[in-house]
T-cell receptor, first 114, second 118 residues
C-alpha cells in the first residue's frame, strides 16, 4: 500500500516570495509519480501539476514547479511569486495505478500574507 | 466544454431522510469516482464506477450508502437514513480512461456537494 506524507499542516509566505510544500511517499511501484491539487476556500479541487517518475525533467506549469527527488521519493511543490489567491489547501497524491483511486495526503494549508 | 457537474451544491437533510447526490462527468469521460471530505480532513475515496458497473467500492460504508452510474444520466450517490456523521463534502471526479491521459490532465473534480444533516 502507498503511504503519502505531507509534514507541514500550515505554512505562511509573504506575497511575491517563493514557497515549497513538501510531499513524500512510500511505494514499491516503479512507475510512481505525484499529483498536486489546490483546494481554495470555495471548496473545489483544482488539478495543478503532475510529475511522473520517468519524466526526465522536473515538471513546470506556470508559477508551479516540482522539485522531484527520486531517491528520497519526494516531489515538493514550489510556488514562485506567491499571490494572495494562492492561499488554499494543497494536497498531493500518487497516481492510482491499478487501484484506480487517488489517496491524498493530509494537506498543507498555505496562507499568503501582504 | 462543461466540467464535472455536481448538484445540488448544498443539501440539508434531517436525520433519517435520504440524500441523493448527482454527478455528471465531463463529456467523453466514462469513469466516475466519489470521494468524501470531512471537515478539516483530506479527501477519502469511496467508490469507482464505469457505466453500469461498480469497479471498486472499497471505500463505501457497508450500510446505507450506494452508488450507481446508469447507461444514461448522471452518477448518483445515495445515502439512506442519514445521520449527523454523514455531514461532509462529497466530491465526484471523472477521467477519460482507467489511466491513459490522466497523468497529464489529472482527474477532473466537480465543485462538490456539501451535505449537512440536522
Amino acid at each position: 500500500a502507498q503511504k503519502i506524507t505531507q509534514t507541514q499542516p500550515g505554512m505562511f509566505v509573504q506575497e511575491k516570495e517563493a514557497v515549497t510544500l513538501d510531499c513524500t511517499y512510500d511505494t514499491s511501484d516503479p512507475s510512481y509519480g505525484l499529483f498536486w491539487y489546490k483546494q481554495p476556500s470555495s471548496g473545489e479541487m483544482i488539478f495543478l501539476i503532475y510529475q511522473g517518475s520517468y519524466d526526465q525533467q522536473n515538471a513546470t506549469e506556470g508559477r508551479y514547479s516540482l522539485n522531484f527527488q527520486k531517491a528520497r521519493k519526494s516531489a515538493n511543490l514550489v510556488i514562485s511569486a506567491s499571490q494572495l489567491g494562492d492561499s488554499a489547501m494543497y494536497f498531493c497524491a500518487p497516481p492510482p495505478g491499478t487501484a484506480s483511486k487517488l489517496t491524498f495526503g493530509t494537506g498543507t494549508r498555505l496562507q499568503v500574507t501582504l | 466544454n462543461a466540467g464535472v457537474m455536481q448538484n445540488p451544491r448544498h443539501l440539508v437533510r434531517r436525520r433519517g431522510q435520504e440524500a441523493r447526490l448527482r454527478c455528471s462527468p465531463m463529456k467523453g469521460h466514462s469513469h466516475v469516482y466519489w470521494y468524501r471530505q470531512l471537515p478539516e480532513e483530506g479527501l477519502k475515496f469511496m467508490v469507482y464506477l464505469q457505466k453500469e458497473n461498480i469497479i471498486d467500492e472499497s471505500g463505501m460504508p457497508k450500510e446505507r450508502f450506494s452508488a450507481e452510474f446508469p447507461k444514461e444520466g448522471p452518477s448518483i450517490l445515495r445515502i439512506q437514513q442519514v445521520v449527523r456523521g454523514d455531514s461532509a463534502a462529497y466530491f465526484c471526479a471523472s477521467s477519460p480512461t482507467h489511466w491513459g491521459a490522466v497523468h497529464y490532465y489529472g482527474y477532473t473534480f466537480g465543485s462538490g456537494t456539501r451535505l449537512t444533516v440536522v
